[in-house]
């Protein structure tokens, strides 16, 4: 067995597509995504990736309230959409979006007047424009007696909940992609979906 061809000591066990040679599993985990441009088709990046979903540990946002939980589950939900469509959607990209969204709606609890602000990318642009609207029609709902179900202070309570989210994903998982917060995204509405019907249509702790 030929020795891997980048640290040129261990065995390489593992033939890296991306490099076209045999690296060892070391240098497999420690260099992807950083020295080796690594395919989202690699067996090796799913078996990282799922064995690290299941190693997480959902820490519940600490809100008695069901309001906040809605809002939190119906922004996922759109989201979940959005790249269904769209799977090049990285979690910077989603990240930025949650930021200029929670500066509108700090901007609107001041009853102040803030221009739009726009993402950098396409992709941002158009998701920043899904979750607007999926926002702005929960806003719109009243409760039997007329008054609002949902205020604007649950929105950026949310959103800042949701930032703090991805960046904790980066932060713990620097090699596993730039996408690894929204695969999980993906995972937890998929699971939400599988309880409607059985439980409740939201996960609560």
């Known amino acids: 067995m030929k020795k891997c061809v980048l640290c040129n000591k261990r065995k390489g066990k593992r033939y890296c597509k991306s490099l076209g040679q045999w690296i060892c599993t070391e240098c497999c985990g420690e260099k992807r995504f950083k020295k080796i441009n690594c395919p989202k088709d690699c067996v090796y990046l799913k078996q990282a990736k799922d064995y690290s979903s299941e190693k997480i540990i959902e820490i519940f946002p600490p809100w008695k309230e069901v309001?906040?939980?809605?809002?939190?589950?119906?922004?996922?939900r759109s989201t979940y959409e959005f790249i269904k469509e769209n799977p090049s959607l990285s979690d910077?990209?989603?990240?930025?979006?949650?930021?200029?969204?929670?500066?509108?709606?700090?901007?609107?609890?001041?009853?102040?007047?803030?221009?739009?602000?726009?993402?950098?990318?396409?992709?941002?642009?158009?998701?920043?424009s899904v979750l607007e609207n999926t926002l702005k029609n929960l806003l719109k709902r009243v409760n039997e007696f007329g008054f609002p179900i949902f205020s604007i202070g649950d929105v950026v309570k949310v959103l800042i909940w949701e930032i703090e989210k991805v960046e904790e994903h980066q932060r713990n998982n620097k090699n596993l992609g730039s996408d690894f917060f929204l695969q999980n995204l993906k995972l937890y509405i998929e699971k939400l979906q599988n309880t409607i019907g059985k439980e409740s249509p939201i996960i609560y702790p």
Not at 67 to 76: A, C, F, G, K, N
Not at 99 to 117: A, G, M
């Open 92 to 128: 910077n990209e989603y990240k930025e979006v949650l930021e200029l969204l929670r500066k509108e709606y700090e901007v609107q609890l001041k009853n102040l007047i803030l221009p739009q602000l726009f993402p950098k990318s396409s992709q941002g642009m158009r998701l920043k």
């Open 67 to 76: 309001e906040p939980w809605i809002l939190l589950t119906e922004v996922r």
